[in-house]
């Protein structure tokens, strides 16, 4: 593992047992006691996940909101400050760049969360798409991300921080004081859990880590894990479920594409000659990312992106982009290098426990 | 750190002996390095297993790996509790996670005693 980055907890998860990997240009953990056991414990407690590796820009100066409207997808007319959005960065030809969230921290400032492996091409990009006058920057380095997911959450975060975080919505954010340094307290994460991602000084992120561990309630959680619950929640993994070959529509996002804007790749961003479909498998052997599809008369329709064992439903699930016209088939088949797999399409999410939306009292 | 009355494959299979039958499964090491497995694919009772080819399949939440028979011989019993319950190839790998048993067709050769196996363990590192 040589000229990989690390992130400032890399030493506590080593010092914790955590089985590292290279992961985007990063070294991080992928499990510390044992993928299923922290899945489980994040469903039914709460996790913390290191996500230093993930990118954030800072956007600011009059008129951003109508700069950036240009260049992602998110609708920013109905996005009030402390509130975020799910979207996308879409090339000319519609196909994604990266999945980004977009925070809007006041009337002119936003901050801009993308993924690891993308952070210097997705910098570039928005920028070459932004007015001169905006001050725009990648405050990556500096910042550190921290999630906090799993039903416990609330509970676990009331012994550790003031409480003015208590009463967010879903995709609600709040700017508050952990210990000396500023945090920003997101009430979103990958998990279709109850919980909260936590931006702050890369200086504070030891602190912040050791003070949720510390929780009985808490277990440190890996990238595994963190696959897996994400796929159970049909969320999509960039680099697999999304990628420039496929738009925001054959993702299955056009419901979200509410922006007036004319961002680039909009003309093109509904296209779909594949899409993106949730199949569940009976039985326990999992379709893997590449493994080909195919109707029950042997037709090849498409290929899986994601799959795996579901802890939480005890059988296997995929996502897969198939043909669009073999889109609306009920029953597919997968096949693995060893065996053909009956698939049956669900809508998502395949986990549907999830505690993430749920109406907090206040 | 192994078993001394097992002998061992390079890819990380156990067998032990006794008498003509050999009882058939995966190390510690193994499991490890797999982590939490998910499903076991074995074969029937009746089948004819051979010295290092394949004779079954391991899914981990992450890889699909083969299983390489350590002996050569007809399978005898298969380990049905890892159908629903493969997590014993985690927590009981020399127990309770056995794979199959084989009634020995010819005696194994070239098999690695549990000090030449730990040192087969440590160079995968």
Redesign the interface.
Known sequence: MENLFVTPLNAWHKAHGA?MVPFAGWEMP??YS????EHQHCRSKACIFDICHMGEFSLKGPGAKDALAKAVTQNLDTLAPGKCRYGFLLNPEGGVLDDLIVYRIAEDEFMLVVNGACIDSDFATIASRLPAGLEFTNISEQTAKIDLQGPASLEVLKGLLPGEWEKLGYFSFVKTAFGEVEIIVSRTGYTGELGYEFYLPASSAGDLWEALAADPDVLPAGL?ARD?LRLEMGYPLYGQDLDTKHTPGAAGYAGMLTSTAEYVGKPRALDAPEKLIALSIE????A?HHDVVALPGGEVVGVVTSG??S?SLGHSVALAYVKAEAADAAEFVVK???VELPARKVDLPFYQGGTARKKLNG | MFPTDLLYTPSHEWAKIEGDTATVGITSFAQEQLGDITFVDLPAIGATVTQGKEFGSIESVKAASELYSPVSGEVVEVNADLDGAPELVNQEPFAGGWMIKVKLSAKPEGLLDAAAYEENAKSCH
Do not use: E
């Open positions: 089985k992928v499990q044992g993928i299923i056991a595994g897996t039985g326990r052997r999992s893997r795996s064992f802890p693995t290098a060893k």
